[in-house]
């Protein structure tokens, strides 16, 4: 038996779910689904499924930004685990997790990712490799987003959403998937397990009255 450090990957920050086991750089295990709603349901059986229920020293979670609920379903899973287990927990970010998947490999390659965001807006981050993000990211009415491209190539559920003002545009969804998590380079992949949700909260609070 290996005496590599075990890490378990959770993402549950977008509509995939999925969940992967490594031993050292040793992918064990691994699962993956486009689920768009439900992942509470679906997360705990998924990691029960991993070889040993996913137990592991290290746990990795996306932290967004995304879906207010799976952000939370995720990161409230990888918190308790790690307090069950004693294991330590870390994050990532959901947009920099596709571009890694995309961009590895790629020696001098850019590209915007695009994501589903809220109210009608997308999360929108640009990415180059050697892999560094270009910028921080933003969440953009389609419109600014497709004008904001600057002829980077485009990736990510959002896609469409820039299709609808431009036929041309051409789609590419794609999700993140926990068993790409090794290839973010490591200060990527060590940010504190809270959310990240890419966007101010909808509800604020009232500002305080000026006394009299």
């Known amino acids: 038996m290996s005496d590599a450090p075990r890490l378990l990957v959770i993402d ?15 992918l064990l295990a691994h699962r993956h689904d486009v689920v768009g709603r439900g992942h509470a349901e679906r997360l705990l059986p998924m ?3 991993l070889p040993d229920g996913g137990r592991a020293q290290h746990i990795l979670v996306d932290v967004g930004p995304g879906s207010f609920t799976g952000i939370r379903v995720g990161i409230a899973a990888a918190r308790a685990l790690a307090l069950g287990w ?11 997790l596709i571009a890694a998947a995309v961009l590895a490999g790629d020696d001098a390659g850019e590209l915007a990712v695009v994501t589903e965001g809220g109210h009608g807006e997308v999360f929108m981050q640009a990415f180059a490799a050697p892999f560094r993000a270009l910028g921080a990211v933003q969440s953009l009415r389609p419109e ?3 004008a904001a491209l600057g002829g980077r190539r485009a990736i990510g559920s959002g896609t469409r959403w820039l299709a609808d ?12 998937d926990a068993a790409s998590a090794l290839l973010l380079p490591a200060e990527y992949r060590a940010l504190p397990p809270t959310p990240l949700y890419g966007r101010a909260p909808d509800a604020k609070l009232p500002t305080p009255k000026a006394p009299r």
């Open 47 to 49: 990691i029960a499924d």
């Open 12 to 26: 549950t920050a977008t509509a995939a779910c999925s969940v992967a086991l490594f031993e050292g750089e040793t």
């Open 144 to 146: 600014a987003a497709l």
């Open 165 to 176: 003002l431009d036929p041309t545009f051409p789609v590419a969804e794609a999700w993140p």
């Open 86 to 96: 004693g294991a330590q927990a870390r994050g990532y970010s959901a947009l920099a």
